[in-house]
C-alpha cells in the first residue's frame, strides 16, 4: 500500500479526544501533500469514540472521527461488534450530503450492518444465511459485486430513470393538445381524441417500447461498464432525475404537444383538405393529431435506444403498425350495438389527403429536431467511450476527494484481493 | 478439506438435482442461462458519426424546400372569393332579413348581393358556406345525435337516444327523425349564383348538389329506414320534424337520391366541424369544357333565401368561391412551413458541417473527455 496508515489503537492513558484531533489536524497537512491515506481502529476505541460519555468533549469525537474517515481514502475497523457496525454506516448516511450507503457482509454479525445501509447485500457465505435473509441483494461470492454494481445497478439505474421521464413525457404530450382544444370548443371539454383512442393510448400504442426499452436498453454495453469503473459517476447523485433532465424532457412535451395543435390548427383554417373538395370534421382534426403523436413519442423512444435487439424492433414498428392496423379496424365498419360511429372512416379518409400526409410528416420532423441535434451534439462523448474502452483512468492528476477511485479500481480489479 | 469442498458448492450455487436435507429435489434458483435472461441478445448499436447524421440535414432540407414551393405555389394560384352576407351594417343589402327575423315567418326574406371576379375561375369551383363563431365542436352538440337512427335502424327510429335531449321528442311526444341539436340546427340558407353579363342580362349559374358529401358517408353511414327510398313519407311514419325545421327531413329533396337522411346537405351539415370558424361545402359548379372558364371574368350576384339566424351569437355568414388543386383549398400555411423547416435543417447542417470540420478533426485525437 503506497499510503499511510494511520493506526488508532487506543492506549489507556492517553484521551480519545486529543488523540482524534492531533491526528485530525495531521491529516489536514497532510492531505494537501497529495497523499493518500488509510486509518485502521479497533472495536474497543470506536466504543469510546461512538458511546456518549458523560465526558463533555464527547460529542465531538464523533464528528472528528467521522472527518478522519472522510479524509482518508479507506479505513479499517476490526473487531468490531455488529451494533458498531451499524453505527458506523448510520454515521455516514448522516453526514454532510447523505451519501448512499452499501454494505456488504456474509455473516450473522453483518445483518445490522446490512439493514442499517440503503443497500445492503449479503453474500451466501460459509456463515450461514442470515446475512443474505436480511439483504437487498445477495450474491454467492464477493467478485459478483463488480458485475452487480456497475453493470446491473447501473444499467438498472438508467432504465428505470428513463422510463419514469418517458412516462410524464408521453402523456404530457397527450393531453396538451386536448388541453388546448378547450379554448377553441367553448370551454365545453369536447375531447380532442376519439374515446377508443383516449382509452388505448397509454395501455396499447405506447406502453409496449417503454416496456422492452427498460428491460434490455445497454446505453453503454455491459463490457464496457465493467472495464470502466468510472461510468459509473455518470450515475451519482440521481442524475438522471434532478430537475435539469425533468425540465428539459417537460420541455420538450410542452414543446411537442404545443407544435402538434397549432400545426394542425393552422392547416385547418381551411379544412377542405382532399382533392374533391370535401371538408374534414373536428374527428379528422383529432386524427391527424392523435396520429402524428403516437408516431413522434414512438420514434423518440427509438432515436433514445441504443441497443436495439430483435425485441426493440418488434415492440417498437409493431406499436406503430398495430396504432395503423387498429385505425383502420375501429373505422372500417358501422359496429351493431353502438349508438355513436363517431369514426367511421375518417381514418383512410385523412390518409386519402395529402395535404394530411404533408403535415403529419412535417410535424414529426419537428418535432424530434431537438433530439437529433442533442444527439448530434452529445455524439463525441459517447462516440469516444465505446470505441476507446481501456481508458487509462489511473494515471493523471486526482484530487484528494477523487482519491478513492483508484482503491475501487483495484478491490475490483485484483480477484485476489476478495475475501472468500 | 472437507469445509472447503462443501464451501465451493454451496457458493457456487450449484443446486440442480442436488437433493436437499429431506431427500426430495431442491429446484434450483439459478437463472436460466439464456442470451435474453443473461442480458446477452445480439443487437445493433447506432453508431452515430457525423458521416451519417450530417447528409441527413442535407437531405431532408433539399426534400423539403422543393415541396414547401410547390405547396406554396400551388396555394397562390387558387382562387377564392368571399363574400360576408350577414347584414350587420345597414347599408349591406341583407341588413333587412338579419333584422327581421322571426320562426314563423312563411315568406322567406331574400336579399341580392352583387359582386365581381378579377380573375376567371378555371376548372372545377366549389361553393362553401362559412359560419364564424358557431361552435359545431361544443361538448354536449357534439354528442347531441343518433347514428344509429341515421343508419336506418327501425328501432332507433321510434326510439332515439337519450343523447338527442332535449331534440329528442316533439310535439305530442312523437320522436324527432333526425334527433339532435346538431340535426335541429341545419344550415338552410339557399343559395343562388347569376352571371351577369355586360348588357345585363342574368344566367343562373349551374349548381350541382352531388358529390359535396364523403361517399361512405352517403353510402354506408347514412341509409333511409325502410326498404324503398321512393316512399319515405310512410318510413318516416310515427316521427316528427325537428322542431327548427319548416320541413320533414322526408321533403327535404324531390329526388328520391337526395331525400331523407341521405340527402347530402344534411350529411355535410352532420360532419361536426373541428373550429369555431368553418366552412362547408355547399354546391359544385362543374366546369364546361377546357376552353372556357367556368367562371368568367365580370359581375356576378348572389341571391340568398335568408333563413339562418346568426345575429344572436354574433356569428357571421359568408360565401365562398374557390378553385381546389392536389392539396384542397387556398391555404399557404403548408408550403411556409415546409420552406422554413427545410432551410432550418439545410442551415442547421450547414453549422454542423463547419463545427465537425474545425473540431471533429480534433477531438478525435484527444484523450476521453470526462
Known amino acids: ?420 | 478439506m472437507m469445509a472447503s469442498s462443501y464451501n465451493a458448492k454451496e457458493e457456487d450455487g450449484h443446486h440442480s438435482g442436488a437433493s436437499g436435507p429431506c431427500g426430495a429435489a431442491v429446484k434450483s434458483k439459478k437463472p436460466d442461462n439464456t442470451a435474453f435472461k443473461q442480458q446477452r441478445l445480439p443487437a445493433w448499436q447506432p453508431i452515430l458519426t457525423a458521416g451519417t447524421v450530417l447528409p441527413a440535414f442535407f437531405v431532408i432540407g433539399l426534400i423539403f424546400i422543393p415541396i414547401g414551393i410547390g405547396l406554396y405555389v400551388t396555394s397562390n394560384n387558387i382562387k377564392e372569393f368571399e363574400i360576408d352576407y350577414t347584414g350587420i351594417d345597414m347599408s349591406s343589402p341583407c341588413f333587412n332579413c338579419s333584422q327581421n327575423f322571426s320562426w314563423n315567418s312563411t315568406r322567406p326574406c331574400k336579399c341580392s348581393l352583387p359582386f365581381s371576379l378579377d380573375q376567371p375561375f378555371e376548372s372545377n369551383v366549389f361553393m362553401y358556406y362559412g359560419l364564424s363563431n358557431f361552435y359545431q365542436n361544443h361538448r354536449r352538440y357534439v354528442k347531441s345525435r343518433d347514428d344509429s337512427q341515421l343508419n336506418g335502424d327501425t328501432f332507433s327510429l321510434t326510439h332515439p337516444s337519450k343523447e338527442c335531449e332535449p331534440y329528442r321528442t316533439g310535439s305530442d311526444n312523437k320522436p324527432i327523425a333526425p334527433c339532435g341539436a346538431i340535426a335541429n340546427s341545419m344550415f338552410n340558407d339557399t343559395l343562388e349564383l347569376y352571371y351577369v353579363d355586360p348588357n345585363g342580362t342574368r344566367t343562373q349559374i349551374e349548381l350541382a348538389k352531388k358529390g359535396i358529401a364523403w361517399w361512405t358517408d352517403k353510402h354506408v353511414k347514412f341509409r333511409n329506414p325502410g326498404s324503398n327510398n321512393s316512399n319515405l313519407t310512410a318510413s318516416f311514419k310515427g316521427t316528427t320534424k325537428p322542431v327548427n325545421w319548416n320541413k320533414p327531413v322526408y321533403e327535404l329533396d324531390s329526388e328520391a337520391e337526395n331525400n331523407g337522411f341521405i340527402n347530402e346537405d344534411f350529411i355535410v351539415w352532420m360532419r361536426t366541424a373541428a373550429l369555431p370558424t368553418f366552412r362547408k361545402l355547399y354546391r359544385i359548379i362543374q366546369r364546361k369544357n377546357s376552353m372556357t372558364p367556368t367562371l368568367p371574368r365580370g359581375n356576378y350576384t348572389l341571391e340568398v333565401t335568408y333563413n339562418y339566424p346568426v345575429r344572436s351569437f354574433e356569428g357571421r355568414k359568408r360565401v365562398i368561391l374557390s378553385t381546389i388543386s392536389w392539396m384542397g383549398g387556398k391555404n399557404p400555411f403548408l408550403g411556409i412551413a415546409y420552406i422554413t423547416v427545410g432551410s432550418v435543417c439545410f442551415f442547421l447542417g450547414v453549422v454542423l458541417l463547419i463545427i465537425h470540420h474545425k473540431y471533429g478533426n480534433r477531438s478525435n485525437n484527444s484523450d476521453i473527455p470526462n
Open chain 1, 1 to 420: 500500500m503506497d499510503s499511510n496508515s494511520v493506526p488508532g489503537h487506543h492506549t489507556p492513558t492517553a484521551s480519545p479526544g486529543s488523540y482524534c484531533t492531533h491526528t485530525f489536524l495531521s491529516i489536514q497537512s497532510w492531505a494537501t501533500a497529495n497523499q493518500e491515506y488509510g486509518f485502521i481502529i479497533d472495536g474497543a476505541t470506536l466504543s469510546l469514540v461512538l458511546n456518549p460519555s458523560p465526558d463533555a468533549n464527547s460529542s465531538r469525537y464523533k464528528s472528528l472521527f467521522l472527518q478522519i474517515c472522510q479524509n482518508c481514502c479507506a479505513v479499517l475497523c476490526c473487531r468490531m461488534a455488529p451494533l458498531q457496525k451499524a453505527q458506523i454506516v448510520r454515521m455516514v448516511k448522516n453526514s454532510k450530503g447523505s451519501p448512499i450507503t452499501l454494505s456488504i457482509g456474509d455473516g450473522a454479525n453483518d445483518v445490522s450492518m446490512i439493514l442499517e445501509a440503503h443497500v445492503g447485500i449479503g453474500i451466501k457465505g460459509k456463515e450461514g444465511r442470515q446475512a443474505v435473509r436480511n439483504s437487498d441483494y445477495a450474491i454467492p461470492k464477493l467478485k459478483h459485486l463488480k458485475k452487480l454494481l456497475l453493470a446491473h445497478g447501473h444499467l438498472y439505474y438508467v432504465r428505470i430513470a428513463h422510463l419514469v421521464q418517458y412516462f410524464f413525457y408521453k402523456n404530457l404530450c397527450f393531453i396538451l393538445p386536448q388541453f388546448l382544444y378547450q379554448f377553441f370548443c367553448g370551454y365545453s371539454q369536447q375531447p380532442l381524441y376519439d374515446a377508443a383512442y383516449l382509452t388505448m393510448y397509454n395501455i396499447c400504442f405506447t406502453s409496449m417500447p417503454i416496456l422492452a426499452y427498460s428491460l434490455l436498453e445497454q446505453h453503454i454495453c455491459i463490457e464496457v461498464l465493467m472495464d470502466n469503473a468510472t461510468l459509473y459517476r455518470e450515475v451519482a447523485k440521481n442524475a438522471m432525475l434532478r430537475w435539469g433532465p425533468f425540465v428539459y424532457w417537460t420541455i420538450l412535451g410542452v414543446f411537442q404537444g404545443l407544435l402538434f395543435f397549432f400545426g394542425v390548427r393552422y392547416l385547418f383554417s381551411n379544412p377542405a383538405l382532399q382533392d374533391n373538395g370535401q371538408v374534414f370534421g373536428n374527428w379528422s382534426y383529432g386524427t391527424i393529431v392523435f396520429t402524428v403523436l403516437v408516431f413522434t413519442v414512438t420514434l423518440k423512444l427509438a432515436l433514445d435506444t441504443r441497443h436495439w435487439t430483435w425485441i426493440n424492433h418488434f415492440v417498437i414498428w409493431g406499436s406503430l403498425a398495430f396504432y395503423v392496423f387498429f385505425s383502420f379496424f375501429w373505422g372500417g365498419i358501422i359496429w351493431p350495438f353502438l349508438r355513436q360511429q363517431r369514426l367511421y372512416f375518417v381514418f383512410a379518409n385523412m390518409l386519402s389527403s395529402v395535404s394530411a400526409w404533408l403535415v403529419i410528416i412535417l410535424l414529426i420532423l419537428l418535432s424530434l429536431l431537438p433530439d437529433i441535434l442533442l444527439l448530434v451534439f452529445r455524439k463525441p462523448k459517447s462516440h469516444a467511450q465505446q470505441k476507446k474502452p481501456r481508458s487509462p483512468a489511473a494515471g493523471g492528476p486526482q484530487s484528494p476527494q477523487a482519491s478513492a477511485r483508484p482503491l475501487l479500481m483495484r478491490t475490483f480489479s485484483d480477484e485476489s484481493n476478495t475475501v472468500i
